[in-house]
């Protein structure tokens, strides 16, 4: 009995010590349960969404056969310029071929779109009725297509009708889309298990996106083999954004934290927070890429490591697509569209880039380290999983590790020394702040909350790593 009474006091004391940080600690433990929308402020539910995933080398060619068993009969197939002759594209066409599939090709999407390229490719969806789509390409090329689905089948909307808010109107999607398949040839994104289309939009000189689940893919077609034609650098961007897709996701405001609790589920947000589903999925991918990315970026014939961040941005996108992101996101669209004369080594693209996964990954020793003290403790584990020693570090060290710990990272793959090095100064920081205040989106589920001065000094913080 006095055994039985040691363990029982022993239990009860590891309960009172348990985790208590926002990340962690959920408020129904407490007995505290789910109350109607009607009586409390923030969400007490969470909604787990993603596209059909079919993963295996050489996969691309069931696509002709999928397309006949949807019994399409007029596809929109589309990619962009530097794809339409690369593997991956000719295994596609000639699979819809070989099936007797009818199609057309559009392929003037731009790596990185606007609205205004989003727009040319939605009036070729609407000018020829579609009753398919399938985007072959990375993150630009399946938003892009997303777009061009939507808004076809909803010929009467406005642009800015479906754009989040405050930058567009945010509205629910009402109308069934057509069948869009997916076939990733990029590492990073996770658009194809998503219902998020990232653009730039001009006139901020910022990104923003569409979020709905109702435009996520029907089917992602990962195929590893179209992972061994990326270049060295894409590569490495493409791997920077399953890196904070995963860091993000795992550190985010947890969903029954995340205000407003939603009067109807239609109104549930894609991005909703951390949560016990999303967080499984989140920390799979960072151990994938704390395992394979670096291979992957110096040997291009490494099947096992390409093939296996191909499916890290898989799992991260499912872990992001239902968590959200948070601030390195939202500090990265004003990054990438403020662009003055950067040329980014490794992409032929004939305009200024700083490519998505580099203008993410700039601020995230910043980011963390900013918001290491709300959840101290998953910091620390996302530091370990990276190869930092942490067995005698204490919670208020969690934010210089992390820091330090992707710091070390970034300098191992030869990434930028800060933003100084893509084009910015101090003199810039007003403007970036200026485009990251309309990205709440995302930004409002960072666990910690910040103001324009915060998001100064992080910039400023940023502005070189080394």
């Known amino acids: 009995m006095a055994g039985r009474d040691r363990i029982v006091h022993l239990l009860r004391q590891l309960e009172r010590a348990a985790c208590r940080c926002p990340a962690h600690f959920n408020m129904f433990h407490q007995g505290i349960g789910a109350a109607g929308c009607t009586s409390r402020k923030t969400d007490y539910a969470f909604e787990i969404s993603s596209s059909n995933i079919r993963y295996g080398p050489g996969v691309s060619r069931e696509i002709g056969m999928d397309l006949q068993n949807l019994r399409a009969k007029n596809v929109c197939l589309m990619t962009d310029q530097n794809l339409s002759q690369l593997p991956p594209m000719k295994a ?53 297509c997303k777009a061009a689905n939507l808004y076809s089948c909803h010929p009467e909307a406005d642009f800015l009708d479906f754009v989040n808010a405050p930058i567009g109107k945010g509205r629910p999607v009402t109308k069934a889309l057509k069948p869009l398949i997916a076939v990733p040839t990029t590492a990073g994104t996770g658009s194809e298990t998503t219902g998020v289309a990232i653009f730039d939009y001009q006139p901020l000189k910022a990104k923003t996106g569409i979020a709905s689940r109702a435009i996520r893919p029907m089917l992602g077609i990962v195929d590893p083999l179209h992972t061994l034609s990326m270049p060295e650098r894409v590569t490495a961007n493409s791997g920077f954004d399953v890196l904070c897709h995963a860091l993000e996701s795992y550190t985010a405001l947890p969903y029954n934290q995340r205000a407003p609790c939603p009067t109807n589920p ?107 003290p709300m959840c101290p403790e998953r910091h620390l584990e996302a530091a370990e999983i990276l190869g930092a020693e942490v067995r005698q570090a204490k919670r208020e060290d969690a934010g210089a590790l992390l820091a330090d710990t992707l710091r070390q990272f970034l300098f191992d793959l030869h990434v930028e020394d800060g933003l100084a090095a893509v084009g910015y100064n101090k003199d810039d920081i007003p403007a970036l702040v200026k485009g990251t205040l309309p990205q709440e989106r995302v930004t409002k589920l960072s666990p910690r909350s910040h103001t324009e001065e915060d998001l100064s000094q992080l910039y400023e913080s940023s502005m070189k790593l080394y």
Not at 120 to 129: L, P, V
Not at 307 to 325: D, E, P, T, Y
Request: a positive charge; aromatic letters at 10%.
């Open 266 to 372: 239609i109104n549930r947000p894609a991005y909703q927070g951390s949560n016990p589903i999303s967080d499984v999925w989140s920390r799979h991918a960072l151990n994938m890429v704390a395992k394979y990315m670096k291979r992957a970026v110096w040997d291009p014939e490494d099947l096992e490591a390409r093939s296996s961040m191909h499916l890290a941005s898989v799992f991260a996108g499912i872990g992001f697509g239902n968590a959200g992101v948070h601030l390195c996101h939202g500090m990265s669209y004003p990054i990438a569209g403020n662009v003055k004369t950067h040329t980014a080594r490794g992409y032929s693209v004939g305009h200024p880039l700083v490519p998505h996964g580099l203008s993410v990954v700039l601020t995230s020793p910043a980011v963390f380290s900013f918001t290491a």
């Open 92 to 144: 596609v066409l000639e699979s819809l071929v070989k099936n007797g599939v009818r199609f057309k090709v559009f392929d003037n999407i731009r790596v990185e779109p606007t609205d205004s390229s989003f727009k040319d490719a939605i009036a070729f969806a609407k000018k020829n009725s579609f009753d398919a789509f399938v985007a072959v390409g990375g993150g630009s090329v399946i938003d892009t």
